[in-house]
């Protein structure tokens, strides 16, 4: 039986949904999780790759085979320019391969094993207190009985993606929250292919000094902001191609990249699974959270724009929220929800916002300028790493020497790229000052900073 005053509604079962759930309800918390889609079809459909510590930091066990694909050995990420020139090899792939079905479906099991409900129906309306503004109900359109249901509950979590449903229909957030612009939406496709002619995959992964299970990444191959990863299976019967561009700037979408690779790769038989959506880039808002509702995941932009991830940051805003609410008496209320906010945008905003910067920074760069920085030595492998990882970078003598160096050659691509550097560093630590209280005025004056800081 459904309740209908549950402590917390969670609307969307993709990952950050499913991850709020579980853990919410582990806690002690009455929860209902609801989808428009059928839970076995919620959330992503393809494979990711996710660093394993962000599992860690977000208390979600790291995935084991057949949930982590390309288990077998440690592999290398070999990166090129978008001639084929090979300009790195980061020699321990920082990211695990995630069959993100499964992930979905584990983490769901989770949340039902500690009580969870699931429902299947989409938000059609939302009821707020006249006064205080504060969410008191959603009316969710059921998908089976084609009836309508509102769920009173005192904390309502939007998880529900890019949609953004919450986001868009709460007037303090849909003021505070612009949605994106199409400039900083990516379209990002992956697809998982069988290989019909092991030998073609084989003389493919030579010609890039790379092995099976290696990731053979160009960067910039339609403009700045572009990629195009290719992942053969360690046994050479499968091949992975994801591609992720931002038409809005007039170049090929992911799926299109990835549609033109196919067909001109002659050892790539079947299309077996995959998908393509878009990710919301953009800075992380800095209000995610109103009188009765909180943002997860894609619907809060907590996305690593530099390559649009997003699931391990959905992870642990989850696991913060989550921690922040279960022992308050109310898990709805405002200043019970800044806590989330807090400890999350001061830990992590920083580097999500930077990696926003300078994935603007890439977008104004031609693929031949992309190319230029990626062969000048200015990122060096170290700064590579950390952007992989999702870490901040820690500059070590050896790194600095190595940047250095490439700016004495390449001087006038240094000078481009040191405002964009410094805006970044800045960025990081502004927001280790987000404000610990849901004051306003300090928050208004936080933002007017970051806009300063943000500025191109
Ligand atoms: C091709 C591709 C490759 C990617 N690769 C990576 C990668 O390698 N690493 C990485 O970290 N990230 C990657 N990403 C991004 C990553 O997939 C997302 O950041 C992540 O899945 C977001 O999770 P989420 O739970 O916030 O939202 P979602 O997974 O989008 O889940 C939202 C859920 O909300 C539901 N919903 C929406 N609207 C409503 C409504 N009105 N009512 C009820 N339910 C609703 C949806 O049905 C959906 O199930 C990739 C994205 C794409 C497209």
């Given at each position: 039986m459904t309740i209908q005053s549950p402590d917390v509604l969670v609307i969307g079962a993709g990952t950050a949904g499913a991850a709020a759930a579980a853990r919410l309800a582990e806690g002690g918390c009455s929860v209902v999780l609801a989808d428009r889609r059928p839970a076995a079809m919620a959330g992503a459909r393809w494979i990711n790759a996710v660093p394993g510590w962000l599992f860690d930091k977000a208390a979600v066990a790291r995935p084991a085979p057949p949930?982590?694909?390309?288990?077998?050995n440690t592999h290398a990420s070999v990166l090129t320019d978008n001639q084929g020139r090979?300009?790195?090899?980061?020699?321990?792939?920082?990211?695990l391969h995630v069959d993100m079905v499964l992930l979905t479906q584990r983490l769901q099991q989770r949340a039902m094993d500690a009580g969870v409900t699931f429902l299947q129906g989409r938000v059609a309306d939302i009821d707020l207190?006249?006064?205080?503004?504060?969410?008191e109900g959603v009316t969710l359109a059921l998908a089976k009985t084609h009836t309508a249901t509102t769920i009173r509950p005192r904390l309502t979590v939007d998880?529900?993606?890019?949609?953004?449903t919450l986001r868009r229909r709460v007037p303090a957030l849909a003021d505070a929250c612009p949605t994106p612009t199409p400039t900083d939406i990516c379209l990002a496709a992956q697809y998982q292919h069988r290989i019909t002619d092991p030998a073609g995959a084989q003389d493919f992964l030579a010609a890039h000094k790379a092995s099976p299970g290696d990731n053979v990444t160009r960067m910039?191959?339609?403009?700045?902001?572009s990629i195009l990863m290719i992942n053969v299976s360690e046994d050479l019967t499968e091949v992975g191609v994801l591609s992720g561009s931002i038409p809005a700037d007039g170049v090929p979408s992911g799926q299109a990249i990835v549609d033109r690779f196919c067909a001109q790769t002659p050892w790539l038989g079947q299309r077996l699974a995959g998908g393509q959506a878009p990710i919301p880039l953009g800075?992380?808002?800095?209000?995610?959270?109103?009188e009765g509702v909180a943002l997860v995941g894609n619907a809060a932009n907590h996305v690593y724009a530099l390559h649009g991830s997003g699931v391990g940051m959905g992870l642990i805003a989850a696991r913060v929220l989550a921690d922040a609410v279960?022992?308050?008496?109310?898990?709805?209320d405002a200043h019970t929800l800044h806590h989330y906010a807090h400890r999350f945008l001061r830990t992590y905003g920083g580097r999500l916002a930077g990696s926003d910067l300078f994935r603007r920074y890439s977008q104004t760069q031609t693929r031949d300028e992309i190319s230029s920085l990626l062969n000048s030595?200015?990122?060096?492998g170290p700064m590579l790493t950390a952007g992989l990882l999702q870490t901040p970078f820690d500059a070590d003598l050896q790194s600095l020497i190595t940047v250095a160096a490439g700016a004495l050659r390449h001087p006038r691509l240094a000078l481009g790229l040191a405002p964009t550097a410094a805006r970044i560093l800045r960025l990081q630590a502004a927001?280790?000052?987000?404000?610990?209280?849901?004051d306003p005025r300090a928050l208004d004056a936080f933002d007017t900073r970051l806009a300063r800081l943000r500025r191109f």
């Open positions: 949930e982590r694909v390309r288990a077998g090979f300009f790195s090899v980061v020699a321990s792939d920082p990211g207190d006249p006064q205080s503004e504060r969410l998880a529900s993606g890019a949609a953004a910039g191959p339609v403009g700045g902001y800075q992380p808002y800095t209000h995610i959270t109103a279960t022992s308050a008496r109310d898990p709805g030595g200015l990122l060096g927001f280790t000052d987000y404000p610990a209280h849901p």
